[in-house]
Structure formats: C-alpha cells, structure tokens
C-alpha cells in the first residue's frame, strides 16, 4: 500500500506510517507539501477539519491507495480555563470518499492563548515558553504539559486512527 500524507511534518508521517503498518503491515508513506487553504493558525472546527482534508486532497493522485491530511486547530470550548482546547484533526482519502477523526483534545496556558488572539501561531509561541526551536516537529507541546506522559506522535496517531476505523470496518460503514 501506498500513502501520501500532505505534510512535512515529521510527526506526522511518522504517526501515520505507525497507524498504517499496525493496520495492513508494511505501508510506503511519502511525505508531500500539501497546501492547507487555512490560516496557518485554525480555529474553530470547520477549519480545522477543512485544513486536514484540503491537505489529504492536494496530496493525493492515482499513485496513492490512500492520502491523509492532518490539521491542528483550537477549538472554542466552555468552561475551560482560556475557552479553547487544541485538538487534531484526520482526513483520509481515497479518491472517492473521506473519512475523519480526531485526537484527544488539551488546554494550552492562558497566556499562550492570549498570544495566539493576538495573531500569533502557537507553535511560535510554545517554542518561546519551552526555548525549544520546532517544538510541534519534535515532542510537541502536549509532551511539553503533560510532562512526557503523551507526546505528540501519539497525540497524532489518535486522529490517524480514529479516521481509519470506518476504514477497518467498511462492511458496516459503507454498504
């Protein structure tokens, strides 16, 4: 099997060849600079999920059984301490059809999020508070907040995963 993912993010092809080869063994991933079409910082949840799936469209063609697009945007949530939580987002496509999933969600600090209201991206911003140059290409942020307990290819391969189960159960999806 052959797969496209429309980033250059090593986390990101490296999360997506882990899901892949645990699903249908040894896949080739090829990592492809796919355009998003959104603000480099998303928010809210129709751009995010339209991020992840112009990015799994732009990096597919025939040569790809598949292509997979993944998206980080920041989601208005009540009640949370800033009123946003950071989630991921997984569009798989196929030429035909697209399937999506998401990765469990976090909270950045409120003063990184009143950065990114300000006009900055967070990874610009996490990068300054951690000293750590392209954080979100190496253990991301949430390894950063969650001392190590999740970092961020885990992080990824939970959206990764969860686009994939119609996939894995297609008798029951797609009749």
Do not use: H
């Not at 950063?144 to 959206?159: A, F, H, P, V």
């Amino acid at each position: 099997m052959k797969v496209a993912v429309g980033s250059r993010n090593p986390v990101k092809v490296n999360a997506t060849k882990n899901v892949l080869d645990k699903i249908y063994g040894e896949v080739d991933v090829v990592s492809i600079d796919a355009d998003s079409g959104v603000p480099d910082q998303p928010f809210g949840i129709d751009q995010t999920i339209q991020g992840a799936i112009n990015r799994a469209k732009n990096a597919y063609s025939d040569e790809f059984d598949i292509s997979v697009g993944i998206e980080s945007g920041l989601m208005e949530t009540p009640n949370s301490l800033t009123g946003y939580i950071d989630l991921q987002w997984c569009a798989v496509f196929d030429g035909e059809k697209i399937t999506l999933g998401v990765s469990s969600g976090f909270e950045y600090p409120p003063a990184v999020i009143e950065e990114v209201l300000n006009g900055k991206e967070v990874g610009d911003v996490m990068d300054e508070v951690t000293g750590v140059t392209n954080l979100g290409q190496k253990t991301g942020a949430v390894s950063y907040l969650s001392k190590g307990m999740l970092d961020r290819t885990e992080n990824t391969e939970q959206c990764v995963l969860t686009a994939m189960i119609p996939r894995m159960n297609e008798g029951i999806y797609f009749k």
